[in-house]
DNA sequence: CAGTCGATGTACT
DNA sequence: GTACATCGACTGG
């Protein structure tokens, strides 16, 4: 299994966010295996970004963000949920890609387990925090590398620009004029079509 | 279907 | 204190 190199994170954020779309996250948990195609992502840039994490520079929660890309940046919010990014460009530039939603692969019971419950498959990993409870990543992960001993992602064709859309990104009030979400608009598996109170 | 709202911990003002 | 890159349960049409 040959893992994206770290040459891939390391370059402009939102060029990484489009060619992750299509690619196949894993996680590996002991003897077993979970993947996931990546259909949903967005970007948060240290720069011009009013929502990023990193508006204000290095703190102690987003300081994985600033290292080299390829690392694994992970938060919780709201209390009681994670979410997981990618970390991109050279050291020293606070940047990730969100994973926001994921088509299961391998693993899917394991998935629905961590899910608790009886979900149907396209519940089980459609939106950011979903995903980590599916996959089980949690604070331990924060700051991994994405090698593929814990995680990583796999390269795959990269979409057709005629399968994929743009829109602002999800659940922010700040930077919303940004089209820094990227999904593959056919896609069963994304969280929704467009963000809540967007027209068509 | 869409919209609203409470849960719940923590980083930061 | 307040806001939060969310989710699930609930309401109304």
Redesign the pocket.
């Known amino acids: 299994m040959t893992f994206l190199p770290p040459d891939f994170y390391l370059r402009p954020t939102l060029t990484v966010a489009r060619e992750l779309l299509g690619k196949t996250l894993v996680r590996r948990l002991d003897a077993t295996t979970l993947s996931g195609r990546i259909v949903e992502v ?1 970007a ?1 840039h240290q720069h011009g970004d009013a ?4 508006r ?1 520079g290095p ?4 300081e994985v ?1 600033f290292r080299a890309g390829g690392h694994l ?1 992970v ?7 994670f ?1 997981m ?1 990618v970390v991109t460009e050279e050291e020293g530039i606070g940047a ?1 890609v ?1 994973i ?1 939603a994921i088509e299961p692969l391998e693993g899917i019971e394991i998935m629905r387990q961590h ?1 608790k ?1 009886d ?1 149907p498959d396209r ?1 089980l990993a ?6 980590c ?1 599916a996959l089980a990543i949690g604070r331990e992960e924060n700051g991994i590398f994405l090698d593929g001993s814990v995680a990583g992602i796999l390269d795959a064709p990269v979409v057709p620009d005629g399968e994929l859309q743009r829109s602002s ?6 930077g919303r004029e940004l089209p820094w979400r990227y999904f593959i608009a056919s896609s069963p598996w994304v ?3 467009r963000p ?2 967007e027209r068509k």
Do not use: V
């Not at 929502?51 to 990193?54: E, L, P, Q, T």
């Not at 703190?59 to 987003?62: G, I, L």
């Not at 938060?75 to 949920?81: E, K, L, P, S, V």
């Not at 990104?169 to 700040?174: F, W």
């Open positions: 967005e948060y929502s990023c994490h990193c204000n703190t102690a929660r987003n963000m940046y938060y919780f919010t709201y209390g009681m949920h979410c990014n990730a969100l926001r899910r419950g979900k519940g459609d939106g950011p925090a979903k995903l409870q990104r999800i659940g922010i009030t700040l969280s929704r079509a809540s109170g």
